[in-house]
């Protein structure tokens, strides 16, 4: 059974912590993404990652990082949290599908979330 | 840029008919649709590659116009487990990444 973990389900920090949210997948997926979600505003993609130490910035980057050192792993770092972070944050992984233009999605298989709570 | 869904929510009975909207600015390569239940994971629907390709599973089926840039995800004969939160996710170009809609939020009641 296919399978994304995502370390925590909930999480309290208080503003000015550094936060590490980990994921990990065991199907060996080259791309790798974390999105965030709040209410009326759908799924928001942070970073993403199409292959071992790779990552690419999202729409929404600002004050975040990621860490792709082995290809399972995929962390999201907030290097001082702040109220706003308050969120759901999804990690995905999918297959890189080769084409003419380079690698496309294939099917995306999402982590539990993590409810992070910043106070 | 994010896709329009439309419509943002809708109440049905059970047995009724839905159709999820999803529209594009942007030249599409694939749309993905996903159904997120309350407190769970986004679960994958169906993906669709080509222009003018439909695909379907049991009740739930969807369309790709790749002309107008648009697709649109029909539920047929809805059950109480149709539930829940669809959201359509676009695909411009390689390496580029999906970039999802802000959902729709399907509720089938008895």
């Known amino acids: 059974d296919v399978k994304v973990t995502q370390s925590s389900r909930y999480l309290v920090k208080r503003t000015g912590e550094k936060v590490f949210l980990e994921c990990v997948q065991d199907?060996?997926?080259?791309?790798m993404f974390w999105y965030r979600q709040d209410p009326g505003l759908g799924l928001r993609l942070i970073y993403f990652?199409?292959?071992?130490?790779?990552?690419e910035k999202g729409d929404i980057p600002e004050g975040y990082s990621v860490s792709r050192e082995k290809k399972e792993r995929f962390s999201l770092i907030l290097e001082s949290a702040s109220t706003n972070q308050t969120s759901m944050y999804l990690c995905?992984?999918?297959?890189?599908?080769?084409?003419?233009?380079?690698?496309?999605?294939?099917?995306?298989?999402f982590g539990q979330g993590t409810r992070l709570t910043v106070v | 840029q994010q896709p329009v869904q439309s419509p943002q929510a809708v109440i049905l009975r059970e047995g009724e008919d839905a159709v999820i909207n999803c529209s594009s600015s942007?030249?599409?390569?694939?749309v993905h649709w996903y159904r997120q239940k309350h407190g769970e994971a986004p679960i994958f629907l169906m993906i669709?590659?080509?222009?003018?390709e439909q695909k379907g599973h049991d009740k739930i089926s969807a369309s790709f116009n790749e002309k107008k840039q648009q697709s649109s995800l029909y539920l047929t004969a809805s059950q109480l487990s149709y539930s829940g939160t669809y959201f359509c996710?676009?695909?411009?170009?390689?390496?580029?990444?999906?970039?999802f809609g802000k959902g729709t939020r399907l509720s089938v009641i008895a």
């Open positions: 669709l590659l080509k222009g003018g």
């Open positions: 199907m060996d997926h080259e791309n």
């Open positions: 995905a992984s999918s297959l890189c599908r080769k084409g003419g233009q380079g690698c496309f999605d294939t099917e995306a298989f």
């Open positions: 942007k030249a599409l390569y694939s």
């Open positions: 996710g676009t695909g411009n170009s390689g390496n580029t990444p999906l970039v």
């Open positions: 990652s199409y292959d071992v130490k790779m990552k």
